[in-house]
């Protein structure tokens, strides 16, 4: 759902890996972001698409 994809991007970008606009679409940009980030920690298992999510909805969390 496009909350996902914006908080995805959120915290891809917070990271520096994404670096276009927040948009909640899933498109070439966001794609590109999760595979950089999956290469870069692939040698650790803590860092995956899940615990990205759980860390955006912690920030999140924060503002609700």
Excluded at 45 to 63: E, V, Y
Aim: glycine share 6%.
């Amino acid at each position: 759902n496009k909350a996902e994809v914006a908080n995805i991007q959120g915290m891809l970008s917070n990271y520096g890996y994404y670096t276009s606009e927040v948009d909640s679409l899933y498109g070439g940009q966001t794609e590109l972001a999760i595979e950089e980030f999956q290469e870069d920690v692939s040698s650790d298992p803590k860092f995956t698409i899940d615990w990205i999510m759980d860390q955006a909805k912690n920030l999140f969390d924060i503002f609700d």
